[in-house]
């Protein structure tokens, strides 16, 4: 249904971009009223998507706690535990809780970021920093929400918090090698290099770092680089 519905509103905009050059001025008009009730059906849709996914995360995160729980509790031989919704929620690997308030904002920033609108998606990541200065979750989110948009500058400044902040590997493996993409967009590949290796040793299973290493070995004057965007989907 929605496959259909889309692919009939691109059809009307194709119609529309090929036609509105060579257009009067009341066609004009009809046009843009067109393309402004295409972006209103589009805006509902991403807000009814991101409600759907804010649901849906909320519900398996609550399915994952009673499993656990479950097994907790029979490990220790203790009496079933009651476990009810609770009021905050688990930010990062250090178990760091926060408001459900918050939590709703980082799941609706991970919304947009899946939907590839970062600049929304920086928005809402970086609400959740300043509520939550600690929370690394957000801040990894943060950081590559800006390397997708080349901010480069902010990106480092958020790579370089987090490895501060965080004692989890895989994170501090791909604020190391985000950081060495950094270095190697500046052309500074020598120190790229330095930080692709130290994100290895830190989590050798993260494949980024080699792939970018190698790419800086071998072909420097045509950079393929990876950041580890992608590993953000199991989180």
């Known amino acids: 249904m929605f496959q259909h519905m889309f692919s009939s509103m ?10 509105y050059n060579g257009a009067g001025e009341q066609e004009k008009k009809l ?6 009730e295409l972006k209103g059906v589009s805006d509902t849709f991403i807000e009814q998507w991101l409600e ?3 649901k849906f995360t909320d519900f398996k995160d609550q399915q994952n706690v009673l499993a656990e729980a479950a097994v907790n509790a029979k490990e220790v031989k203790k009496q079933p535990l009651m476990v009810h919704a609770a009021s905050v929620s688990t930010c990062n690997i250090s178990d760091l809780e926060i408001t459900d308030e918050l939590a709703a904002i980082i799941s609706k920033g991970q919304g947009y970021y899946k939907l ?3 600049a929304q998606a920086a928005s809402q990541f ?3 920093v300043n509520e939550a200065p600690e929370c690394n ?3 990894l ?10 901010n480069w500058n902010e990106a480092q400044r958020h790579f370089q918090l987090l490895i501060a902040l965080t004692d989890f590997p895989k994170w501090l493996a791909m604020g190391y090698n985000a950081l060495g993409c950094i270095q190697a967009v500046h052309t500074n590949l020598a120190q790229a290099e330095k930080l692709f290796i ?19 070995q071998e072909t420097p004057k045509h950079l393929s680089l990876y950041f580890g965007s992608t590993e953000l989907c199991c989180l």
């Open 141 to 150: 989110f943060l950081g590559m929400t800006y390397m997708h948009l080349q």
């Open 10 to 19: 691109n059809d009307m905009l194709d119609q529309i971009i090929e036609q």
């Open 116 to 118: 590839f609108m970062f």
């Open 52 to 54: 759907f996914e804010e």
């Open 126 to 128: 970086q609400m959740a």
């Open 31 to 36: 046009y843009e009223l067109q393309m402004k």
């Open 198 to 216: 130290k994100a290895h040793e830190i989590y050798p299973s993260f494949k980024d770092p080699v792939s970018n290493l190698k790419s800086c």
């Open 137 to 139: 979750l957000a801040r």
